[in-house]
C-alpha cells in the first residue's frame, strides 16, 4: 500500500485566530480614520479661534464690517452719491451729473437749514434702466444730512422739520397727481405718483433717515416711453435704494 501523502498544512491564519485578526485590523483602522477625524476638526478649530481672535485684535469682526455708528466725521469724508450710489448692484445705472453740486459746509458753503451748522448735501442725475426690461427712467437723488446743530437743539430734530416742509411741497413737481400719502419705506417716509407735463410717469419718494432727509425722483423718459410706468415698478426699484441707503445714513451720520 502506498504510503499516504500528507497534506501540507495551509499558510495564513484560520479560524478563530482569523477572526481576532481581521476584528483587530478593522479597530485598528476604525481608530486610525478617528484620530484623522480628531486631527483635522482640530486644525480646524485652532485656525477659528486664531481668526476670531485677529478679528478682535484688529477691530475686523462682523460689527466692524456692517458698519457702527462713528462718533465725528471728517471733512468731506461722508458722500452718498460716490459711495454709497455708485457701488450699489441692485440697480443698473449711469450717472449723468458731474458731481458739481457736492457741499460739506464743513470746508464751504452755509447750512441753510436753521438752528444746523454742519450738513453735507448733494443732488445727483442718474439714468436707471429697471429690472424686467423696461425703458430708462430719469433718475434724481438729493439729500441734507444735518452733522451738527447748535442751541442744544439735536440733528434729528432739525431733520424733522426739514422733513415736513419737504412734504408740503413735494408734489409741487407733478402736473397730475394720481396717489399720495405715507410710505413705507422706513419710520418717516412719503410719496408722490402721476404724471408731467408731458403725460409721463413721474414718482417721488421724501425719506428721513436719521439726521438726514432725502429724495428720489423717478421720470419716465418721454422718448422711450411705452406707456405709463405703474407705481408698484417705481416703488420696487426705489425700495433698494431706500433698503441700502438706511444702513448707509446709519453709518455716515456720528451719534
Not at 479560524?15 to 481608530?31: D, E, I, N, S
Not at 480628531?38 to 466692524?64: H, K, N, R, Y
Not at 408722490?192 to 425722483?217: C, D, F, P, T
Amino acid at each position: 500500500m502506498a504510503d499516504e501523502k500528507v497534506a501540507a498544512p495551509k499558510k495564513g491564519l484560520h479560524g478563530w485566530r482569523a477572526a481576532a485578526a481581521v476584528f483587530g485590523c478593522g479597530t485598528l483602522a476604525a481608530f486610525g480614520v478617528f484620530g484623522v477625524l480628531v486631527l483635522v476638526i482640530s486644525t480646524l478649530f485652532d485656525a477659528a479661534s486664531s481668526g476670531i481672535e485677529a478679528s478682535a485684535e484688529t477691530g475686523t469682526g462682523p460689527a466692524e464690517q456692517i458698519g457702527e455708528a462713528r462718533s465725528s466725521l471728517a471733512a468731506e469724508e461722508m458722500n452718498v452719491c460716490d459711495d454709497n450710489l455708485d457701488p450699489l448692484t441692485t440697480i443698473t445705472t449711469t450717472r449723468v451729473d458731474g458731481g458739481e453740486d457736492y457741499v460739506d459746509t464743513e470746508t464751504g458753503g452755509e447750512p441753510d437749514i436753521e438752528g444746523a451748522s454742519r450738513v453735507v448735501r448733494d443732488d445727483c442725475l442718474w439714468t436707471i434702466t429697471p429690472s424686467g426690461g423696461s425703458t430708462p427712467w430719469d433718475f434724481e437723488f438729493k439729500y441734507d444730512a444735518i452733522i451738527d446743530a447748535e442751541g442744544g437743539r439735536s440733528p434729528e430734530e432739525l431733520a424733522s422739520n426739514e422733513f415736513e416742509e419737504s412734504r408740503s411741497g413735494l408734489a409741487e413737481g407733478v402736473s397730475e397727481v394720481e396717489a399720495e400719502g405715507s410710505a413705507d419705506f422706513g419710520p418717516r417716509s412719503y410719496s408722490v405718483y402721476g404724471s408731467g407735463e408731458q403725460g409721463q410717469s413721474v414718482y417721488l419718494l421724501l425719506v428721513q433717515a436719521k439726521s438726514a432727509v432725502y429724495v428720489i425722483r423717478f421720470e419716465d423718459q418721454v422718448e422711450g416711453s411705452v406707456g405709463a410706468v405703474p407705481e408698484n415698478t417705481f416703488r420696487t426699484e426705489a425700495r433698494k435704494i431706500t433698503n441700502f441707503l438706511g444702513h448707509g445714513f446709519e453709518y455716515w451720520i456720528p451719534e
